[in-house]
Every structure is written in structure tokens, then in C-alpha cells.
């Protein structure tokens, strides 16, 4: 049974605590038995990044969307009066209340724990906990998924870490980023539901055509391109769990010029639809 001491020392065995603002995606099931499960791990995290430290994950609510894969595999054999009515009953975003989707149950206790703050995107919000959490979870422009004007631009600047923490780099979120900063990226329609003053509505919006098949890829290519031991990537167990520790700016820099060269064909429409 793993505890909060032996939490906080895998974290600094990895290096954690020379982070001051940390992104992270984790699986909890990877990291085995917890004693009081995520709000431990929690405690584990924010005591090693300590009081000036800030923890921040991802808060995406995929279901609200007319083009995510949740949304096609929930109505793929609905009758049109079906998709009528199950477009009436989705529920609308409240940053105040809505639950992630798929984030996993730590960036679920980040969420609920007294003092955090969370951006207001309908799909892609964070939420945040410490001295930057305002900062940077507000102003997330409802036009920008996750580019600059979202908390990942945020994070660039801040300079902040990623830690993958039992999950692979086909979840790192930051690697979008990378995206927004290609010359002319395919943008397209996306469509939510939204709670406002006047009731649940629906909104639409353009923005970048997020693209993550490849990002599994990407990530290996980022781990075996650098010399074995004194790359930037820390690589290392938490618990049970095999996890990575990289820094932020460095992973978008990178995977920039790497997308540039290797997405010369456009994505195929009719393939599965994104995450949003």
C-alpha cells in the first residue's frame, strides 16, 4: 500500500520538486493502492512543489460536443427523433460543476479540492491549485481549444513541467500547442453546450483541427533522439506507476518542426473524429 511518504519520495527521486508549476495527466490505477486513493496523491503533489508550487490538470468535458468520440459513439445508431431528443438533454458546461470526462479520478480531486480554480472553456478547461492557479486558468478564449490563449500558453510561459504520471505521451495535452503554431493550420466547426444567464445554449465556434493519432509517436521519437540519461526527459516510477517528467516549452518546441515534417498529407475527414 503506497502512502503519502512514499508518494513524495518517488516524486523527488523524479525531480518533481524542481518544478514550480506542474501539468499533470496521470492514471491512478497505474500507481496501484493508495491509502485514501487521490486525495493523497494530491497531498503528495502539492507538498513536494511545496507553497509557491502550482498543480494544474486537464478538466475536459469531451461528451460536450457534436464531433468528439464520445458524442459519435453515444448516437451512432440513433433515430433522427432519438438525436432530436439527445441533443435537447445534453448537459450544458458549468465550470462550477461539471465533472471531467475520461480525465481520470486525480484531475477529478483537483477539481473539487477547496481553493481551485478552473478556466471556462466548455471542452478543454484546467483546473488549477496554488499561487498561479488564477492566472493561469483565466481569460481561456472559447475560439482556442488549447493554444496560446488557452492555459497551455499559459504554461509555456511559466515554463512549467509535464509529468506523465502512468500514462503515455499519447495523452499529453501540451503537444496541441505545437499545433496552433504550425503556418496555417486547418481550422473547423466545433459545437457545445453551454450554461449561461438565460438558460443551457448551444455555441459554436471555429478553431484549430486538433489532431492526437500521432502523438504516441511523437513521444518516442522525443525519448530515443535524445542522448540516453542527459535529456531533458526523467524518466522513473511513482508508486507502481512508470512516469515522465519534461519540461513544457522544451516538448512544444520540439514537436513543432517534428509535426511540420511529418503532417504533409491532410487528415482523412471521414476518419474517427477528435477528442473534442
Known sequence: MHTEDSLTADLRELGVDRATTLLVHASLRSVGPVRDGSR??????????????????????ESNSLTSRTYIRMTRDLTGHQLLSYHENMEPFSAA?????????????????????????????????????ARITSGHALNCLLGEESPLGRLYDEDAHILLLGVGFEVCSAF?????????????????????????????FDDV???????????????????????????????AADSRLLPLRWAVDTAAPWMAARRTVPRDESAEADRA
Open 97 to 133: 460543476s461539471t465533472p471531467s470526462h475520461g480525465m481520470g479520478r486525480l484531475a477529478e480531486r483537483v477539481r473539487v479540492t477547496p481553493g481551485a480554480v478552473r478556466s471556462d472553456h466548455p471542452q478543454t478547461s484546467f483546473a488549477a491549485l496554488g499561487p498561479r492557479a
Open 40 to 61: 493523497t496523491v494530491v497531498r503528495a503533489l502539492r507538498g513536494v512543489l511545496g507553497p509557491g508550487g502550482t498543480l494544474v490538470v486537464p478538466t475536459f468535458t
Open 176 to 204: 496541441h500547442l505545437s499545433e496552433y503554431r504550425r503556418p496555417a493550420p486547418v481550422r473547423r466547426r466545433y459545437d457545445c453546450r453551454r450554461m449561461t444567464d438565460d438558460g443551457p445554449r448551444w455555441t459554436a
Open 209 to 239: 483541427d486538433l489532431d492526437d493519432s500521432d502523438f504516441g509517436e511523437l513521444g518516442r521519437w522525443l525519448e530515443t533522439s535524445q542522448p540516453v540519461g542527459r535529456g531533458p526527459i526523467v524518466r522513473g516510477r511513482i508508486g
